[in-house]
Structure formats: structure tokens, C-alpha cells
């Protein structure tokens, strides 16, 4: 997980980029569009004086951005320590897709009614560009374009507290399944979104809906948010892999499977002198 935003490379100043509204606007977009697509880990540190050097404006101005972004709930402003992206516990992760499901549900009911063919027609534009994304390997764009899916969906429904809501829960959501996805990290949801347009289309609010759960509940099934699974205790995530000191052997070798070497500068987790492996892995390590 990254701890600190990284300005790699210096990006125009934000008058210049290509986003239309007030320099507050352009960081804001730059910085949501970064979080929707996961290049922002949950816990990044964002430091007014790095995103000021790279969006070339003024610590006050990255202030209202980083202000309004932690109203969505997508950052938490932390009193003399800075800001950061919000890192969801278990409990908020549930509350915010419950809150999701709520929200989805009264936007798919009132897009069937409301959704014009225009509309339908930019959101299976949208659904393209999503499977396009992915088959050239952009997950990033990809996940970018899913969410904003549902943000071009709650717009068809024509509420404007729903279409805010939903600004706020999507990258919420996002920043979940950064956190907490599962297993594989294959994504089917455009298949899923052109069969939720096709129900709209057809005026079909109860197949909408239940497609909408489904498509709901596809993305709750590959995260883990069960408390008891997750430690931040390396010597019990990694107890499997580690012989007991007693019986470690000689330290000149890595117990970890797949350790390409050793250095002999202290003890590692694995019961072996630090090891490259371990060091690499970030493991703690005990000197002698």
C-alpha cells in the first residue's frame, strides 16, 4: 500500500488541463478519477505540498478539493497530520453497501421510467469502452468506466439527491473493493450492464431491479469483509511457513519456499538469518 503520493512526473499546471471548471475542480476531478480507477490506495497520504507542486496551484486550493472529497467520504482530513484516502473498516464497508443497494434500487426503478434513448444510447457507449478497457488490459480504466456507469445511470433517473448519493457510494465502493477484493480479480460487469440497459430499454422495472441485485450481489461475493480472516501479525499470517526456532535448522537457508538467497544480518521471521526473501516481503526482522 502506498504511504505517500508519488510525484513521478510533473503534470501540467491545472489551468491547462483537459477538464473544464475552476482550478479546485480540475484537482478535484484528477484526484476522484484517481480513486475510482484504484491508482490511490485506501490510506495514500495526500500532502497539499506534493499535489500543489504537481496540479501547479495553491495549497488553499488543494485544501477545497481534499475538502470536498472527505464531504463524499473518500478522504479523511486528519487535524495537524494532514489528509489521506479513507481506508473503510468491516462495519463501514457493510453500511456503505447496504446503503448502495438502497440507492441502486430507487435509481433503477426510476430510470426505467425516466431514461431516455439518448441516454441508453451513451450508457452502452459507456458499457464499449468498459469491455475495451479490459480486453487490452487497462483494469484501471476499466473499473473507472464501471463506476461511472452507475453515476451516468442515476443521472437517467432524474433525481438530483439520488445522482449525489450515488457520487459519494461509487467511490466509496471502489475504495472497498481495493481493500477487501478476493480471490480473483476477473470483472464480467459489462456483460452484466448491457443486460440491465436491455431491461430499462424494454420498460421492465422488475427485471431492471432484480438484475441490478444481482449485479449487486456479484460484487459484494468477491470481497472479504469477514473480521476474523485478516491480522497485521506477520509471525501469524505467516505460521504456516515457519518451522519453530527450535527446529529451523541451519540459518544459513530460508525456510520461506522459493527464497533466492540469504544474507546473513540477522534473523528473520522465517527462522533463518535475514534472508532476501523476508526482507523483501517487508517481514520483521530480529538482529542478533
Known amino acids: 500500500m502506498n504511504e505517500q503520493l508519488q510525484p513521478l512526473k510533473k503534470q501540467p499546471r491545472a489551468?491547462?488541463?483537459g477538464r473544464s471548471g475552476t482550478q479546485d475542480d480540475i484537482v478535484y476531478a484528477h484526484i476522484f478519477e484517481a480513486i475510482l480507477e484504484q491508482r490511490l490506495a485506501p490510506g495514500t497520504k495526500l500532502s497539499e505540498e506534493a499535489l500543489g507542486e504537481i496540479f501547479g496551484v495553491s495549497r488553499t486550493i488543494i485544501r477545497r478539493a481534499l475538502s470536498r472529497l472527505?464531504?463524499?467520504?473518500v478522504v479523511l482530513l486528519r487535524p495537524n497530520r494532514g489528509a489521506v484516502v479513507a481506508s473503510p473498516s468491516v462495519e463501514e464497508a457493510r453500511q456503505?453497501?447496504?446503503a448502495r443497494r438502497l440507492v441502486e434500487r430507487a435509481i433503477t426503478e426510476l430510470a426505467v421510467q425516466h431514461a431516455t434513448a439518448e441516454q441508453l444510447a451513451e450508457l452502452r457507449q459507456m458499457v464499449n469502452d468498459?469491455?475495451?478497457s479490459f480486453s487490452r488490459g487497462d483494469r484501471g480504466a476499466g473499473i473507472r468506466l464501471s463506476g461511472e456507469f452507475h453515476l451516468k445511470l442515476a443521472e437517467a433517473a432524474?433525481?438530483?439527491p439520488l445522482i449525489s448519493f450515488q457520487r459519494s457510494l461509487v467511490s466509496q465502493t471502489s475504495l472497498i473493493i481495493a481493500q477487501y477484493e478476493s480471490g480473483n480479480r476477473s470483472h464480467c460487469s459489462y456483460d452484466e450492464h448491457t443486460q440491465l440497459i436491455d431491461a430499462i430499454e424494454a420498460r421492465d422495472a422488475a427485471l431492471a431491479v432484480n438484475l441490478m441485485m444481482h449485479h449487486m450481489d456479484h460484487i459484494d461475493s468477491k470481497l472479504n469483509l469477514d473480521e476474523e480472516s485478516?491480522?497485521?501479525d506477520l509471525h501469524a499470517v505467516f505460521s504456516h511457513l515457519c518451522r519453530p526456532r527450535s527446529q529451523a535448522g541451519p540459518r544459513s537457508s530460508c525456510n520461506f519456499p522459493g527464497s533466492p538467497g540469504t544474507r546473513n544480518v540477522g534473523v528473520g521471521v522465517c527462522g533463518s538469518r535475514s534472508c532476501s526473501r523476508c526482507r523483501h516481503l517487508g517481514?520483521?526482522?530480529t538482529p542478533r
Open 230 to 232: 485478516a491480522s497485521d
Open 130 to 132: 468498459e469491455r475495451d
Open 96 to 98: 456503505v453497501f447496504l
Open 70 to 73: 472527505a464531504h463524499e467520504g
Open 158 to 160: 432524474k433525481n438530483a
Open 15 to 17: 489551468g491547462k488541463a
Open 283 to 285: 517481514m520483521r526482522v
